[in-house]
């Protein structure tokens, strides 16, 4: 079974960093990975998504602040976040698809993670 954790959320001034993590358990390889987020009142939206060949999509308010990436070996997701404005705070979660193993069993999934908060003040 796929397990996804978040962490790295918290609370920052307008203009701070914060890096998120997507830790994950289960997983045997990615075809595509990608944070979201929702703020209060609105629907969840895409934030940033690479493929496992590689090609990212950012959302165009995060364009040049955020960066998606991997560490393959530690099966861990990040989403660096730099110049934070008031307008991304919102509960982040990461999502992934590709196939998972349980003992000899392979199969396809698609999992999200619990999701974190991230509130940046002004």
């Known amino acids: 079974q796929v397990r996804l954790v978040e962490s790295g959320g918290g609370l920052v001034q307008a203009g701070g960093s914060l890096r998120l993590s997507c830790a994950s358990e289960?997983?045997?390889?990615?075809?595509?990975m990608g944070w979201y987020r929702q703020a209060p009142g609105n629907q969840r939206e895409l934030v940033a998504r690479?493929?496992?060949?590689?090609?990212?999509y950012y959302a165009d308010s995060m364009k040049g602040r955020f960066t998606i990436s991997r560490d393959n070996a530690k099966k861990t997701m990040y989403l660096q976040m730099n110049s934070l404005k008031p307008e991304d705070t919102a509960v982040y979660y990461c999502?992934?698809?590709?196939?998972?193993?349980?003992?000899?069993?392979?199969?396809?999934?698609?999992?999200w993670g619990q999701g974190i908060q991230v509130t940046v003040s002004s």
């Open positions: 999502n992934v698809n590709g196939i998972s193993y349980s003992g000899t069993i392979y199969k396809t999934f698609d999992a």
């Open positions: 289960g997983i045997f390889s990615i075809n595509a």
């Open positions: 690479q493929t496992s060949g590689g090609a990212t």
